[in-house]
C-alpha cells in the first residue's frame, strides 16, 4: 500500500471516529428513547406511550381448561378476569380476579425498561464534543451497550419461571380474589412477544416419598411439590393461555435492530483498525 493510499485510509479512519462514531450514537439513542416511551423510564424527553391495553387470552391448542381477559398497563397487569377448570373430565370451574387494588407487576418488564434506560445513560456519556481516540476505545463502548440491550432482551426470552413454594408465597398471588383453592395455581410472564398465563393444578399426596417411585430425580420431584407443612401436594396437571402483545414485539425488534448498529459498527472500526495497525 502506498502512502497516498495509506494516508486516505488514515483520513477515513479519523473521519469514522469523530463523525460516523456519533452518528450511530444518535441513531441509537433515538431508537432507544423511542422505545423507551412503553416503559417508566425517566428523562427520556418524550411522552410516554404507556396505556391500558385489553388482551383475551386463548390457548394455542383450542382447549378450553382457562379462560382469561386481562388488562395490561405497562409492567402492570391491573385487572385480569379468569376463569380455570381443574379437572378436564368435570363442569368444575373456579373464578378468580386480580385485585384494582393490588396489581400483578410483570417484573420482566420492569427489567427490561432499566436495562434500556442504562444503554441510554451509557450513550450519553459521550457528548457530540466527545473525540474518539482508538478503535479500542469505540468497541468498549458498544460492548457496554449491547450488553444492556441482549439483557433487556434475554428477559422477554426467558423468563424466571418460579417453583411452586416462590409461587404460593408470592404477593402477587394474594391479588387474586377470591383466593384460589390449594390445588390450583397461576403465574403470568412474558414469553418471546407473547403475555403467558400458566396454570398449576395439583392434588394431595398421600405418599410423601411416591413421586420418586415414577423415576424423577430430586431436583425434578422438588419443583414438582408444594409443601404446606402437614399437607403436600403434587403438581399433576398445567396448561398456558397466551396472547400477542404488539408493543412487546415492537421493542423486540428496535432492540435486535440496535444490536444490529452496534455490531456493525464495532465490524467496520475492527476492519479501519487492523488496515491502519498493519501499514502504519
Given at each position: 500500500m502506498d502512502s497516498d493510499t495509506l494516508r486516505d485510509e488514515e483520513d477515513e479512519f479519523q473521519w469514522l471516529l469523530k463523525a460516523e462514531v456519533h452518528g450511530v450514537l444518535r441513531q441509537l439513542n433515538a431508537i432507544l428513547e423511542d422505545s423507551g416511551r412503553r416503559f417508566n423510564i425517566p428523562g427520556t424527553g418524550k411522552g410516554t406511550l404507556i396505556k391500558p391495553e385489553t388482551f383475551v387470552l386463548s390457548s394455542s391448542n383450542g382447549t378450553d381448561y382457562v379462560k382469561g381477559i386481562v388488562t395490561l398497563v405497562g409492567d402492570l397487569l391491573c385487572k385480569a378476569d379468569l376463569t380455570l377448570r381443574p379437572h378436564r373430565n368435570t363442569n368444575q370451574l373456579v373464578k378468580t380476579y386480580v385485585r384494582d387494588d393490588m396489581p400483578w407487576r410483570l417484573q420482566q418488564v420492569q427489567d427490561v425498561g432499566n436495562h434500556i434506560y442504562s444503554a441510554i445513560e451509557i450513550i450519553k456519556s459521550k457528548d457530540v464534543d466527545y473525540e474518539f481516540q482508538s478503535a479500542e476505545e469505540v468497541n468498549k463502548l458498544m460492548d457496554e451497550i449491547?450488553?444492556?440491550?441482549?439483557?433487556?432482551r434475554q428477559r422477554f426470552l426467558n423468563?424466571?419461571?418460579?417453583?411452586?413454594?416462590?409461587?404460593?408465597?408470592?404477593?402477587?398471588?394474594?391479588?387474586?380474589?377470591p383466593p384460589?383453592?390449594?390445588?390450583?395455581?397461576?403465574?403470568?410472564?412474558i414469553l418471546g412477544t407473547k403475555l403467558v398465563l400458566h396454570t398449576y393444578y395439583l392434588h394431595p399426596l398421600a405418599l410423601p416419598k411416591a413421586h420418586n417411585q415414577k423415576g424423577l430425580s430430586s431436583s425434578e420431584s422438588k419443583s414438582r411439590l408444594l409443601d404446606l407443612g402437614p399437607i403436600k401436594y403434587e403438581l399433576f396437571s398445567q396448561n398456558t393461555v397466551e396472547c400477542?402483545?404488539?408493543?412487546?414485539?415492537?421493542?423486540?425488534?428496535?432492540?435486535?435492530?440496535?444490536?444490529?448498529?452496534?455490531?456493525e459498527l464495532k465490524d467496520k472500526v475492527s476492519v479501519f483498525a487492523c488496515c491502519w495497525d498493519e501499514y502504519r
Open positions: 449491547l450488553s444492556q440491550l441482549m439483557r433487556a423468563p424466571l419461571i418460579p417453583s411452586l413454594q416462590e409461587l404460593y408465597h408470592s404477593r402477587y398471588t394474594k391479588s387474586l380474589t384460589l383453592p390449594h390445588e390450583s395455581m397461576v403465574n403470568f410472564y400477542a402483545v404488539p408493543w412487546v414485539e415492537e421493542v423486540t425488534a428496535c432492540l435486535a435492530f440496535a444490536m444490529q448498529l452496534c455490531q
